[in-house]
Nanobody, 123 residues
Framework: VQLQASGGGVVQAGGSLRLSCAAS????????MGWFRQAPGKEREFVAA?????????NYADSVKGRFTVSRDNAKNTVTLQMNSLKPEDTAVYYC????????????????WGQGTQVTVSS
């Protein structure tokens, strides 16, 4: 599967952005989908994920809980990340990720990565 993220930009602290990830080459129905980010000078970190399981199970990094919401539309082959109450520390390149298989949603290993989209939050 190929992943294409979009929707990044510059926003003031307290604002919102919505990232989208379009998948191609396969349907995402059987894929767990998620987002990672990498800030300048820092390691890449897990942000959020939405399982492929019936009913949909989500997982969030503690730093974004209550502010970010991950969702998926299997019919459109897309996954989104709604980011509210953005903080300067959310500034990073955000990556869309995917994986197949029966894996605990808390597992943060993904084997499909898209190119990143830059999110900059100004104070």
């Amino acid at each position: 599967v190929q992943l294409q993220a979009s929707g990044g930009g510059v926003v003031q602290a307290g604002g919102s952005l919505r990232l989208s990830c379009a998948a191609s080459g396969d349907t995402i129905t059987s894929y767990d989908m998620g987002w990672f980010r990498q800030a300048p000078g820092k390691e890449r970190e897990f942000v959020a994920a939405f399982s492929s399981w019936s009913g949909g199970v989500t997982n969030y990094a503690d730093s974004v809980k209550g502010r970010f919401t991950v969702s998926r539309d299997n019919a459109k082959n897309t996954v989104t990340l709604q980011m509210n109450s953005l903080k300067p520390e959310d500034t990073a390149v955000y990556y869309c990720v995917a994986r197949r298989g029966i894996v605990a949603i808390t597992n943060t290993i993904y084997n499909y990565w898209g190119q990143g989209t830059q999110v900059t939050v100004s104070s």
